[in-house]
Every structure is written in C-alpha cells, then in structure tokens.
C-alpha cells in the first residue's frame, strides 16, 4: 500500500506528496495512471522548481507490437519500432516466456500528448516479394480517448475535428480507432489481423493509415535485415 497526499494546485493539476522514495519508485514505474479513464500525467517535481517548468506534454506508455516476423525480433528493431511513436525509454522481450516465437514485444515510449496514436505500422517486405506487413499496436493501461482523432484528452463527441463528427452522426460506420488499440481488449483494428500475412495494403485516402506508412517509411529500411 503506497502512503500518499494529495493537493490541488491549480485546474486539474495535482500534487501527490510521498513520505518514502519507495512509493515514489514504484509509482513512478507503474505509470501511466488513470483516474476514472482519464489519463493522469504523471512528473516528477521537486519544490525549487516552479509549476511553469514542468513540462505536462508528454506522457508514457507500454505499447505492444503484435506480429512481427521471426526475422525482424530484436531488441533493435523494437527501439526503433518504438521511435514511430515518440521516445523509446526501455524495450521489453515480454512475449518470448518459453519458445523462439514471440507472440508480442513492448515498448516503453514518452508520446506527445497532442499527437494522435499510431495504430500501428506496415513492415516493407519487398525484398522477400512479400507484400507489406501490418503490425499492429496495442497500448497498455490506455484510458480514454478519442475514437475519432486518436487523441487523449477528449471524447469522439467532443472531438471538433470534421470526420469525428461525422462519425457522430452515424454517416460512417467506423473510424480509425476503437478500444482494439487497448491490451484488454483481444481484437484487432478491423480490417487488419496480425494472424493474415499480406492482407494490409493500406486503403487509398485512409488518413491516418497514410500517415503511418510515411512516418515508418523513413525508418524502414534498417528494419529490413
Ligand atoms: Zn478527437
């Protein structure tokens, strides 16, 4: 049981006060922390620093890459795996409990609170013939956020971008993003299973899948030995 104080400091930020680094350690490494589904950005601070200079914009998170081919299983390639999101801060080779397959590897990355997620990203497998390989994402401990834009901070309802809204009232039937980027949940972005090599070419306008294919494109090339 961790021994804590709270104060309210200003709207919606909050100071927890611990009586032993212990409790500091191990809240710290479980982060992140949500409070009802809503996530809690959690930093360290300390009192000669002033509220100004903590930097709020950046919150981290364990996120699982499922699917990836025996080749491409190193610790290497889930740093860099974890560089399409933001920070790479640790990697974990969680999967591997018995066997040389591993079902999923972990990252543990510092992402930009304002950034939508990433769902994911498409492993380039020209030089096999192959045609590319969705390896989809699943973040753990993930609390609310916006099936629309893939933000945190806010609901699909509430989302002011165009295509949410949209969503809302019903003329699409899906959108980017859905509880399947949660570990609790066992499905997968509908469309995209990690069980069915090579049905993953990215729809034509997809935004959000198009923007991944750029992003990793620039990465991609030193994942392919
Ligand atoms: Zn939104």
């Given at each position: 049981?961790?021994?804590?104080?709270?104060?309210?400091?200003?709207?919606?930020?909050?100071?927890?006060?611990?009586?032993?680094?212990?409790?500091?350690?191990?809240?710290?490494?479980?982060?992140?922390?949500?409070?009802?589904?809503?996530?809690?950005?959690?930093?360290?601070?300390?009192?000669?620093?002033?509220?100004?200079?903590?930097?709020?914009?950046?919150?981290v998170f364990w996120?699982?890459?499922?699917?990836?081919?025996?080749?491409?299983?190193?610790?290497?390639?889930?740093?860099?795996?974890?560089?399409?999101?933001?920070?790479t801060l640790d990697?974990?080779?969680?999967?591997?409990?018995?066997?040389?397959?591993?079902?999923?590897?972990r990252a543990r990355v510092?992402?930009?609170?304002?950034?939508?997620?990433?769902?994911?990203?498409?492993?380039?497998?020209?030089?096999?013939?192959?045609?590319?390989?969705?390896?989809?994402?699943?973040?753990?401990?993930?609390?609310?956020?916006?099936?629309?834009?893939?933000?945190?901070?806010?609901?699909?309802?509430?989302?002011?971008?165009?295509?949410?809204?949209?969503?809302?009232?019903?003329?699409?039937?899906?959108?980017?993003?859905?509880?399947?980027?949660?570990?609790?949940?066992?499905?997968?972005?509908?469309?995209?299973?990690?069980?069915?090599?090579?049905?993953?070419?990215?729809?034509?306008?997809?935004?959000?899948?198009?923007?991944?294919?750029?992003?990793?494109?620039?990465?991609?090339?030193?994942?392919?030995?």
């Open positions: 049981m961790m021994e804590f104080k709270v104060s309210v400091i200003d709207r919606n930020v909050f100071l927890f006060s611990f009586n032993h680094e212990a409790d500091v350690r191990r809240a710290w490494d479980r982060r992140p922390w949500s409070i009802k589904g809503e996530h809690l950005i959690l930093k360290k601070f300390r009192a000669y620093l002033s509220l100004n200079e903590v930097d709020f914009s950046t919150i996120v699982q890459d499922h699917g990836l081919p025996l080749n491409k299983q190193s610790k290497e390639n889930i740093f860099k795996i974890g560089g399409f999101l933001g920070r990697v974990d080779l969680v999967g591997s409990r018995g066997g040389v397959w591993k079902i999923f590897f510092e992402v930009d609170v304002s950034c939508p997620l990433y769902a994911g990203f498409p492993l380039d497998r020209d030089d096999q013939g192959l045609p590319m390989l969705w390896v989809p994402f699943k973040f753990e401990k993930l609390g609310n956020f916006c099936y629309g834009c893939g933000r945190l901070g806010h609901d699909l309802r509430s989302c002011l971008e165009e295509e949410s809204q949209r969503i809302v009232k019903g003329n699409v039937f899906q959108g980017n993003y859905g509880n399947w980027l949660c570990v609790e949940n066992n499905d997968f972005q509908p469309g995209f299973s990690p069980k069915v090599l090579g049905k993953l070419v990215p729809t034509e306008g997809d935004r959000e899948v198009g923007r991944s294919v750029q992003k990793s494109n620039i990465v991609e090339a030193s994942l392919r030995n």
